[in-house]
């Protein structure tokens, strides 16, 4: 189907078996005056049966045809791209190449999404597999070091292992430091409910509170000596409330370590999905969970201090 008519042309055979006073009309239909169509029309004389049984060649049923055309009485008149097989040929070239030009984008996007398609299932199925025990260590530890790599870019937040553009969620230093970000404002938001705790009026500043506070629990320190035991009382107060405070953010920076690692070894390691399993487990369920029980420590040990 052509509805647009971009790739219609007629074709008008056998001109020279027209009636005589039938040439007007088609000579009006060569000119695209009537039935007109986009492309219109070219007439041709064929060999007629007594020719193709005399033999007549090709170069010489194209003269006969010219001949026939340029001597006609009413078809001499037509203009030559109207007429013989040379016009038309010519005309069927032109419209092949303007439809291939007007495919070509069209068949380069679907061979781009091919070969994307293609590319992509080549991906996923990664390098050839190792064979010997010598060659399986090595592709471990080459990914292993990938790991390490972009881990360690990641927590100094250079991501240079991550290419040009890393992606928002490896990007653990800004994340983490976000995190850290909030504990300060969570710890500053917590001085005026241990302010309450301490019967203390919540509007005051927290340094003329701790000020008119010590001056009145000076017993027999020196003039210008603050008493440090009623100094570590009154910071105790705000210290308790920091603990669930650091835990939840330990809790949410784990929960961002957790994700960054689990989607570098399900990446470097998805050519091979039991030994993914197996670093999972070993280095994200154990390692990281090992390390966030140092963590706490670490910060209960510095929250004590504080006390």
């Not at 005309?91 to 999404?113: F, G, N, Y």
């Not at 308790?240 to 784990?254: F, Y």
Request: glycine letters at 4%; charged letters at 25%; a neutral charge.
């Amino acid at each position: 189907a052509d509805p647009t008519g971009d790739r219609t042309i007629g074709v008008l055979t056998k001109v020279d078996k027209v009636s005589s006073g039938d040439e007007a009309q088609v000579i009006s239909v060569l000119e695209n005056v009537l039935k007109p169509l986009k492309l219109g029309y070219v007439a041709l004389k064929n060999r007629s049966t007594q020719e193709l049984k005399a033999g007549m060649t090709l170069a010489e049923a194209r003269y006969a045809e010219k001949n026939f055309f340029t001597t006609h009485p009413a078809f001499s008149n037509l203009a030559p791209d109207l007429w013989g097989v040379d016009t038309l040929t010519n005309r069927l070239i032109d419209i092949l190449v303007s439809r291939i030009q007007v495919a070509i984008p069209e068949m380069e996007r679907q061979v781009q999404k091919l070969l994307d398609e293609t590319t992509s299932k080549l991906s996923a199925l990664g390098r050839e597999t190792p064979q010997t025990p010598d060659a399986c260590k090595r592709e471990f530890f080459s990914m292993v070091h990938q790991i390490t790599t972009r881990f360690a870019t990641a927590v100094d937040g250079t991501y240079s292992a991550f290419g040009e553009g890393s992606e928002r969620w490896a990007r653990l230093y800004a994340r983490v430091y976000a995190e850290w970000d909030g504990l300060r404002e969570d710890i500053h938001a917590t001085w005026p409910s241990s302010l309450q705790n301490m019967g203390q009026n919540p509007n005051l500043e927290l340094v003329d509170i701790v000020t008119r506070e010590l001056q009145e629990l000076r017993g027999r320190d020196l003039t210008s000596v603050f008493n440090s035991r009623a100094f570590n009382f009154f910071v105790t107060v705000f210290v308790q409330d920091w603990v669930q405070l650091s835990n939840m953010c330990l809790e949410r920076c784990l929960a961002i370590t957790t994700e960054i690692m689990s989607r570098l070894v399900a990446d470097i390691f998805k050519q091979f999905p039991f030994l993914q399993a197996a670093v999972h487990d070993a280095l994200i369920v154990k390692l990281i969970q090992s390390r966030l029980d140092s963590a706490r420590q670490r910060v209960e040990q510095l929250l004590k201090l504080e006390r």
